[in-house]
């Protein structure tokens, strides 16, 4: 139910038994179907744009009768555990037990067999935790109760792909003389992006407290291990590329630098022999005076040829290696 700044006066925020509010809102909203019949929510609205600088926008609320805060003791003690937590499913569990304060509670309600304890739960669960609500069952005293006999009220949101969680209310109704009861819910692990874990992923992800109510508490924080995939792959890729690039490069700028030496000896030696006989004969001349037998140089077609030859085989196999990461690394 909307209220519009028409009906929302300031003698009506007087007129509220609990506080007061020292700035009118804009509008009020109020809770027209609750999970809880004894009491509503309202929200108000405040326009911000109405206010500035020389009139700023301060909101107190005022209390009309003192303030005494106090925890009581819930009758039922509630925790949270995981079961059959394997790689791909699992299942959570909330487990209610009684305290010491329900001995009293059934001292005043002895006979009474419509006394019924009434207990509400509101879990928040993250999108990549796939929830089957449909799984829910319940368990009183070790014993599988039908699902009407104890949910009274249920709201479920689904969760969405990495927008917004997924969100259950129940309202349950447990005998009084109830000594434990439990809940499960299957659920599925969904698979997260290599960006979107977190450093210490192996750690396990945190599945929020449950909150039950009237008398609030909180439950404990569960730790999911969801399936974490090799950090160190993209590390070893990079090195192996890195690694298959210096190799095809530096045997590419070896290749051709050789050529280069050779061709230069090939020129060197057309040279000497365009110069004449001269130095064929110092060359046997010199041989000779240290003793070792004179070899005649090489013809230019015979080493231009085998040149040729030893540099067509690198390149093969310089290309071979290329054509072999490309089709592996595809």
Same mark, same amino acid.
């Given at each position: 139910?909307?209220? &519009? ?54 909101? &107190? ?199 280069? &030496? ?57 290309? &071979? ?10």
């Amino acid at each position: 139910m909307i209220t &519009g700044p028409d009906h929302v006066g300031s003698g009506g925020l007087k007129d509220n038994p609990g506080f007061e509010l020292s700035v009118r809102p804009y509008k009020m909203f109020k809770e027209a179907y609750s999970l809880h019949r004894k009491s509503s929510s309202v929200l108000y609205e405040y326009s911000i744009e109405r206010y500035s600088v020389f009139e700023p926008f301060d909101l &107190g609320l005022t209390w009309k009768f003192p303030v005494v805060w106090s925890c009581p003791r819930a009758p039922l003690h509630s925790s949270t555990f995981l079961m059959v937590s394997g790689n791909q499913r699992g299942t959570i569990a909330i487990s209610f037990i009684s305290t010491d304060l329900e001995e009293g509670f059934l001292s005043a309600n002895i006979g009474e067999e419509s006394c019924k304890l009434q207990a509400n739960i509101f879990q928040v669960v993250p999108w990549y935790i796939k929830v089957y609500y449909h799984t829910l069952r319940v368990f009183v005293d070790g014993q599988p109760q039908a699902i009407t006999n104890v949910v009274e009220k249920m709201h479920v949101s689904p969760s969405e792909d990495k927008v917004s969680p997924g969100v259950m209310v129940l309202v349950l109704k447990f005998p009084c003389a109830v000594k434990s009861a439990a809940l499960t819910i299957e659920f599925d692990k969904g698979f997260l992006h290599i960006n979107e874990y977190p450093p210490d992923a192996n750690q396990g992800f945190d599945i929020p407290s449950v909150e039950k109510s009237p008398v609030l508490s909180y439950t404990e924080v569960l730790l999911v291990p969801l399936t974490t995939p090799d950090f160190s792959m993209p590390y070893n890729v990079i090195t192996i590329t890195c690694t298959v690039f210096a190799l095809y490069f530096g045997s590419l700028l070896n290749v051709l630098r050789r050529r280069v &030496g050779e061709e230069e000896r090939i020129l060197k030696n057309r040279a000497s022999k365009k110069a004449g006989r001269l130095p064929q004969l110092l060359s046997q001349l010199s041989a000779k005076l240290r003793g070792k037998e004179w070899e005649p140089p090489q013809s230019p077609s015979t080493s231009s040829s085998f040149i040729s030859s030893k540099l067509i085989l690198e390149v093969l196999i310089v290309a &071979g290696v290329a054509v072999f990461w490309q089709y592996y690394s595809e």
